[in-house]
């Protein structure tokens, strides 16, 4: 089953093998955690969902 989005590649081994092609490359962690970062006041539940409500909407 094909994903709408999922970039594949064919690769031939025993026949044509259709799998998912990697769009980054392997990270860890103490990569990426960087941009987890957020300064400021801390969000309540309530502003979770009212964010969530106005992106339906």
């Given at each position: ?37 957020y ?19």
């Amino acid at each position: 089953m094909k994903k709408v989005g999922v970039k594949t590649e064919v690769t031939q081994e025993v026949g044509d093998l259709l799998k998912p092609s990697n769009f980054f490359s392997a990270t860890k962690l103490d990569d990426v955690a960087g941009c987890l970062k957020y300064l400021g006041k801390a969000k309540t539940l309530e502003d979770m969902e009212n964010a969530i409500r106005q992106g339906v909407e």
